[in-house]
């Protein structure tokens, strides 16, 4: 995944730290976690994800056009209802994840940082006659993110997806500065990803690698509509739908709260019977620190680790709490 080219002008506010790797063009925080994420679970603040990618789809035949690429079923959806699908390859695997809403015009989606132009070549790839635009909005749209039970309000004309977790919003990239300060605090992305964790929701390139597959990250249902046929990589789907068996499955970890260090990114995880010599059974994919639950982490491992099995994610114990069933 490649890492975003903007970078927010937010980062000069006082106290910001700027993200790392594929998040480096926004703040990771503003020095204080905690307090920004207690601010989120509350309501209030504004979270800037102005470095992910911005989509649009234009034309008569958008969404028709759209239902036949992705995983969800679109060709029905109603103005200013949010829904997030998915692209796969050939055999299934995860490529792209999209999160969407149509105004009635126009279809937005926001991506993953850097995915955008990848994700924009494919698509132009595969308009043959139908009568659709696709463009890349990145430049012109800074994403931000509203929690749920923020009073803030919608500039006029502004895009907007509204969900459980709160409101996303494709704002003028020229307006992100003076948003933000109408509407703040500004929080950074750490404090989003926490609560990204604790909702147990996957990000594209966190909780995937290069093979995985829906099933095992619980996008059935939200991203993957099991009643629509005709896109790629649908025929795996099917498949591990009716049998019931993917390779691996999503859990959620309650870490042990005395060690100060974090597993990163793909830290081996193994069964606490075995120690720490023992076989691999999978992978953290994100860690993060809760202002209530502490240590916590989401992590991939084999289906046919027991649900109550201890673990160890690298040299952490850690308390397995189901998220896809085994």
């Given at each position: 995944m490649q890492r975003p080219s903007l970078s927010s002008p937010l980062l000069t506010l006082p106290g910001a730290?700027?993200?790392?790797g594929v998040d480096e063009g926004v703040a990771a925080h503003y020095g204080d976690l905690f307090r920004e994420q207690r601010s989120l679970a509350d309501g209030a603040g504004v979270v800037d994800l102005s470095h992910r990618g911005v989509l649009t789809v234009t034309g008569d035949d958008r969404l028709s056009w759209l239902h036949l690429l992705l995983t969800q079923h679109v060709e029905q959806l109603p103005p200013d209802q949010a829904t997030e699908a998915l692209?796969?390859?050939?055999?299934?695997?995860i490529e792209h994840a999209l999160y969407l809403v149509?105004?009635?015009?126009?279809?937005?989606?926001h991506v993953e940082p850097g995915t955008q132009e990848a994700l924009l070549a494919y698509l132009e790839s595969m308009k043959f006659f139908?009568?659709?635009?696709?463009?890349?909005?990145?430049?012109?749209?800074?994403?931000?993110?509203?929690p749920a039970g923020s009073i803030a309000k919608v500039p006029d004309g502004v895009a907007v997806r509204e969900t459980a977790y709160g409101r996303d919003l494709f704002l003028p990239r020229e307006d992100l500065e003076s948003y933000a300060a109408a509407n703040g605090p500004?929080?950074?992305?750490l404090a989003h990803e926490a609560l990204r964790v604790e909702q147990h929701r996957p990000r594209l390139g966190f909780e995937t690698d290069h093979r995985t597959i829906p099933h095992e990250l619980g996008w059935i249902g939200t991203a993957?509509?099991?009643q629509k046929g005709c896109y790629r990589g649908q025929e795996t789907v099917a498949r591990v739908q009716n049998l019931g068996k993917p390779p691996r499955r999503l859990v959620?970890?309650?870490?042990?709260?005395?060690?100060?260090?974090?597993?990163p990114h793909g830290a081996e995880v193994r069964l606490a019977a075995d120690g720490l010599e023992g076989?691999?059974?999978?992978?953290?994919?994100?860690?993060?620190?809760?202002h209530e639950l502490g240590p916590i982490a989401l992590a991939l491992v084999k289906r046919n680790v027991p649900a109550d099995a201890e673990l160890i994610a690298e040299t952490t114990a850690a308390a397995q709490e189901v998220v896809v069933e085994p």
């Open positions: 730290v700027p993200g790392e692209i796969l390859s050939a055999n299934g695997h149509d105004d009635g015009t126009t279809t937005w989606a139908y009568r659709v635009e696709v463009a890349d909005r990145t430049a012109e749209f800074a994403l931000v993110h509203l500004a929080i950074g992305l993957v509509h099991l959620f970890l309650h870490l042990d709260g005395s060690e100060v260090h974090l597993p076989r691999k059974i999978g992978f953290v994919t994100t860690s993060a620190r809760h």
